[in-house]
């Protein structure tokens, strides 16, 4: 069986996507609400997410709904939050063993399916609230989260970089929230963003596997009956904030690898149009092995171990980051942005060009293997012009010229310079 | 080449093994559903292997440590360019990596197999080491050992590691150290490479849309035969104990991180019976449904980073437990006390029973990619076992198996606790 996507619109912006494989020992089914993201929303999502997942109303403990999982077969179960430009999406999912592979002719997919739901529709609540035990423990738990980013050093100073290139946009609110607003949230505030979240989040409802999706969309569409829905659509309008001067910052700790990351803007946004060629541009300028800022930054100048360059492309961000000794930052910024003028001069020959496309290409064919990896193409997409399928974006990728890739580079500023340094020993 | 089709019904999957005249042992599983394809080739060659002599010579040559993860940046390159630059003509994406036991060289591609797979066969048989090509690495190696020191995972595994162990090889860092890789050079390279990296010390595995006849006629035109190499390593006395029970250090960390180790006695490989049932039983003990993981949780000594595993390889096994807590001498204390009492009161037949069930869900999802497949194949090649031999062990097993288990491998005498703390 090729693997063959469908969309159906279920109810007003509530999507069903379907992609039918026989591939695959699972089934996956996934619920995503678009949120809008702030401040407060950022914490309320966060503490949602780990609460519809905690406990439902049928299994009202952690243990309880544990041990329906394991009865499942293992199901995988989780929920996440994901940032897509200004706005978060709230995921929940099962992956479940297919009916095919049970010992005792369960019928699982059905059975994760309604558990799924249950959880999203049915979650575990008090008087109408969710519980404060509950609370108490995501609220911990989500605040050691938080506390964490400080664990992983290139996490680290990536996230400090957008939160001040994007100080005064949404982009630059944390996924997760602040602390502050995390430890403030009520029981109350969360029941109803989520009452509010059924009833105003545009729905994406995605079945990944061999089994037939229709009886999953009629239940959503018959949890969704009982919902008095008013939609609020995403706003898709693009705005451009090129820099008036480089916003720069450090940062010194006690670690042996400093990091420097590099934040820039485009005018290019996939919200209002294709941005292929800015796509190639990143990817020969900093994306793969044959990169320049690979083979010239890392390889000839030996300046440090990786030194990357990836897209946000609602946003039109591009970022480099790197590991860097502190004696080499000065040269590795000045060396990536050297990189950068070579890419705008059309320093790069057709034989760059070619591995580019061969090796988007390839990423993109490589998409159908995985459940997950089809979820987040599609996800990573809602809010784009043009909502490609692989076939349609691996065609738009041979279309590219050098002038276009040239011209893409032209339109990457500078935007913001985080460091974050090594203490020198005195 | 002749070759033997392994199969499973209940799976409902299959793969073949055959070995080449060279000596290397070949596995490919066709996934013609699949898009992509995935290949391995490998050397049982890692961190340990860091003292060791020929057939034929009386003393053991003692290698700088972190030469195999070196020489594994260092194979890439030929006198010609790199093999990523040679990658960039098929649009793989092409990686390698060095662990403990094994070396491995990898590519996924969607497309292009041929092109890429002839390139894979051809880089890791020809080596190109010169002093100026290893000077550079060194700056570039030596920027990827000071990420490792920033990485609280990575210290509080090898701290944990050096407590549980005196002599193993097991205790030294993969990558080695700043002043270790210094003195690493090209004949040194060569010298290794010559040892470990001749064909019948070696594997190979592809998984994905490929033809396996297709697959071995490229083998027999790439593969070079060579003569076979009779390898020794340096055998060391590991006592029964542990070197101590407690290390701490300080790092810009947001709270202690904790790993706590039990030391188990292994001799090559553990039996693919004992790993099975020391996974079971630590689901049992400490996955989501069990009570200590949710009283620990709900009591907040623990968060969601808590979990246990089984760390093992060739010559090395231990039970590491590892999270963050405010209190990690609780954590173990509270794991202590829920190990002594299942040993006492007896492992309940109902909770094994859908642990079971998870674990052959789990093992089931093993299939869903043809990476998970190429991956569990390479832990194959490393340890003989057959990819589907834990199924027939998951329905034979008994709770008397469990507790026996319980019995004899959790030995908390033999164990330690390694804390890496904030910075004051």
Known sequence: ?426 | MQKTLIRNERLQEAYYVAKHESGLTIYICEKPAFSGAYAVFGTKYGSVDNAFRRRGETDYTVVPEGIAHFLEHKLFESEDGDAFARYAKTGASANAYTSFDRTCYLFSCSENFDDSFAILLDFVQHPYFTEQTVQKEQGIIGQEISMYDDSPDWVVLFQALNCLYHNNPVRINIAGTAKTIAQINADLLYRCYNTFYNLQNMFLVVSGRVEADHVLAMCDRYLQTTEPVAVQTRPYNEPHDVVCSYKECAMPVSMPQFIWGIKLDCEGYLSLRERTEINILLSLLTGQQSALYNEMLEEGLINKEFGASLFEGRNFACILFSGESRDPQAVVARIQQALAQCKQQGIDAQEVELVLRQYYGRYMMTFNSVEGIGDALTDCACDGTGLYDEADLLQAMTVQDLQARLNTAFDPTRSALSVVNPLQ
């Open chain 1, 1 to 426: 069986m090729t693997p063959t996507t469908t969309r159906v619109q279920l109810a007003d912006h509530i999507n069903g996507l379907t992609v039918r494989t026989d591939q695959f020992k699972t089934q996956r089914i996934s619920l995503t609400f678009m949120l809008p993201l702030n401040r407060e929303s950022a914490a309320l999502a966060s503490l949602l997410s780990r609460l519809l997942v905690r406990s439902t109303k049928q299994y009202p403990t952690p243990t309880a709904v544990q041990r329906k999982l394991l009865a499942l077969y293992g199901a995988r179960f989780s929920s996440q939050v994901i940032k897509l430009a200004d706005y978060q999406l709230l995921n929940c999912s099962i992956t479940v063993m297919n009916d095919r592979f049970a010992l005792h002719g369960e019928k699982l997919v059905q059975e994760a399916a309604a558990f799924l739901l249950a959880s999203v529709f049915d979650p575990h609540l008090e008087e109408g609230v969710f519980p404060a035990a509950d609370l108490a423990v995501c609220r911990r738990l989500q605040i050691e989260t938080l506390e964490s980013t400080l664990n992983d050093k290139r996490k680290y100073a990536i996230s400090k970089m957008f939160s001040l290139m994007c100080e005064n946009e949404p982009f630059g609110i944390e996924i997760g929230g602040d602390i502050p607003t995390v430890q403030a949230a009520t029981g109350e505030q969360i029941a109803v963003y989520w009452r509010n979240m059924l009833a105003t989040a545009p729905v994406t409802v995605a079945v990944i596997g061999q089994e037939d999706p229709a009886p999953v969309f009629s239940a959503v569409q018959n949890r969704f009956a009982g919902v008095d829905r008013h939609p609020c659509p995403p706003d898709t309008a693009f705005v451009y904030r090129p820099a008036a001067a480089v916003r720069e910052a450090e940062e010194v700790m006690d670690v042996a690898q400093g990091k420097l990351v590099m934040g820039f803007r485009t005018n290019i946004s996939t919200m209002q149009q294709d941005n292929m060629a800015l796509r190639m541009m990143c990817d020969i300028f900093g994306g793969a092995p044959y990169s320049k800022l690979f083979t010239v930054v890392r390889e000839q100048m030996s300046l440090c171990y990786y030194c990357a360059s990836r897209l946000q492309s609602q946003k039109g961000f591009l970022c480099v980051d790197s590991g860097v000794d502190n004696r080499n930052i000065e040269a590795a910024r000045q060396g990536i942005l050297d990189q950068l003028e070579a890419m705008r001069q059309g320093d790069f020959d057709e034989a760059v060009m070619e591995a580019s496309r061969l090796s988007l290409i390839d990423a993109a064919r490589s998409v159908t293997d995985s459940q997950e990896a089809m979820e987040a193409w599609y996800l990573a997409r809602l809010l784009d012009r043009n909502a490609d399928e692989p076939d349609q974006w691996i065609r738009r990728v041979a279309q590219v010229s050098k002038q276009d890739i040239q011209q893409a580079a032209r339109a990457v500023t500078l935007d913001t310079v985080f460091a974050l340094k090594a203490r020198e020993v005195a």
